[in-house]
């Protein structure tokens, strides 16, 4: 019998029920603490009403999220406290003797705060996944081009915290799990720089410009919520001409978007699949 800081009473009412069972369980250790995690084969319940509604997230810099209904889910405060804290360390360890105790001492405080940022993070972007693949029939998320980003030296740790390759990889295997659809538009979708209202594509858009300002119809927008709304609207393209979604198998399909935009769809074979009753409880449930 092991008794645990964190509740265990959804996976035990799970059990009792015999609506769940344990395949594994995974002792680990992180920064002085111990976890166990499950593999869980979950029956879950699909939610019906909501199967026909759209979404189009731009994952943010400035912001966690904002959504194409005007929604902005904002970077956990927490977070930013983590992060300032993180920095304050560092310098401390570098100040440190090499050998002593003290180092030691900051090392392992070090090590508990960078475990805590992680928790904060991982837990935002899985409120948010969550709550996407629930409540919509249609999630349309960008593949940004990280790679690219990171040169700017700031900007790459904002990226970083967003955790989009996270957001996306969490969101394939939920939509799976909640019947929901994921679309993740090409890198070279311009969704930043396309007015969501009458189309016009901007020739350039600076990460400084945080408006959106169409010269051909004059609309005035917040940046990323003028992208959410470009992207929602490739779920409506995608509809119409059978593109596949992320997660669904099927061809690669190269196509036109309003005869301006070549579309390519990337391989999903590095997508994370899961079928709707094999839930994957390790890592990312019940730590
Ligand atoms: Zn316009």
Redesign the pocket.
């Known amino acids: 019998m092991l008794k645990t800081h964190e509740s265990t009473r959804k996976v035990a009412r799970r059990l009792d029920q015999g609506s769940a069972r344990i395949l594994a369980a995974t002792i680990s250790r992180t920064a002085d603490r111990w976890f166990v995690s499950f593999t869980v084969e979950v029956q879950r319940h699909l939610p019906l009403d909501t199967r026909r509604t759209v979404v189009g997230v731009d994952v943010g810099v400035r912001q966690l999220a904002v959504l194409s209904d005007g929604t902005m889910i904002a970077n956990p405060r927490a977070l930013e406290d983590a992060l300032r804290k993180l920095r304050r360390l560092n310098r401390q360890l570098a100040r440190r003797e090499p050998g002593s105790e003290r180092r030691k001492k900051t090392h392992r405080r070090l090590a508990r705060v960078h475990a805590r940022t992680a928790n904060i993070r991982r837990d935002a972007l899985h409120k948010l996944t969550s709550s996407l693949a629930t409540e919509y029939g249609t999630v349309v998320v960008e593949r940004l081009n990280v790679g690219g980003m990171i040169r700017n030296r700031r900007l790459a740790r904002a990226i970083t915290d967003a955790g989009l390759a996270e957001i996306r990889r969490q969101l394939t295997y939920k939509t799976t799990w909640y019947g929901s659809r994921l679309v993740v538009a090409d890198r070279f979708y311009p969704s930043s720089r396309t007015?969501?209202?009458?189309?016009?594509v901007k020739a350039k858009l600076t990460l400084a410009e945080h408006t959106f300002i169409?010269?051909?119809?004059?609309?005035v927008l917040d940046r990323d919520l003028n992208a959410a709304r470009n992207l929602a609207k490739l779920a409506q393209y995608v509809a119409q001409s059978g593109w596949e979604t992320q997660n669904a198998r099927g061809a690669d399909h190269k196509t036109q978007l309003a005869g301006q935009v070549a579309m390519k769809r990337e391989p999903s074979s590095a997508d994370i699949r899961l079928g709707p009753t094999a839930s994957r409880h390790g890592r990312d449930m019940q730590r």
């Open positions: 007015c969501s209202a009458c189309g016009w169409c010269e051909t119809c004059g609309v």
